[in-house]
Nanobody
Framework: VQLQASGGGLVQAGGSLRLSCAAS????????MGWFRQAPGKERSFVAA???????????DYTDSVKGRFTVSRDNAKNTVYLQMNSLKPEDTAVYYC?????????????????WGQGTQVTVSS
């Protein structure tokens, strides 16, 4: 199983980036896919997740600091999850990681995830 993250880069404050995470090796349509970020000297922290309810519908969740600015989505046909980031701020600067959680339960903790991508750097200049 491999997760390949891409789309990071350098952008000015107020700009936008779209991260992609392509999964290979198995299908993840039934599982939670999440985005985390890690800034220098800080722990890896939850950014967003897209998961499936018991009824089969997908729903999304975000950390408070990105609500209204970031949007997570997925294309199951491509086995890919996206993170659209708008109105970027310098404090969004970090390495962004995508991950897949196979089991049930909370999706906020990095320790809950089973597979990780390699990370992509996002740098927002002021």
């Amino acid at each position: 199983v491999q997760l390949q993250a891409s789309g990071g880069g350098l952008v000015q404050a107020g700009g936008s980036l779209r991260l992609s995470c392509a999964a290979s090796g198995r299908t993840f349509s039934s599982h939670t896919m999440g985005w985390f970020r890690q800034a220098p000297g800080k722990e890896r922290s939850f950014v967003a997740a897209i998961t499936r309810s018991g009824g089969g519908a997908y729903y999304t969740d975000y950390t408070d600091s990105v609500k209204g600015r970031f949007t997570v989505s997925r294309d199951n046909a491509k086995n890919t999850v996206y993170l659209q980031m708008n109105s970027l701020k310098p404090e969004d600067t970090a390495v962004y990681y995508c991950a897949v959680k196979i089991g049930i339960g909370t999706y906020y903790g990095a320790e809950r995830y089973d597979y990780w991508g390699q990370g992509t750097q996002v740098t927002v200049s002021s």
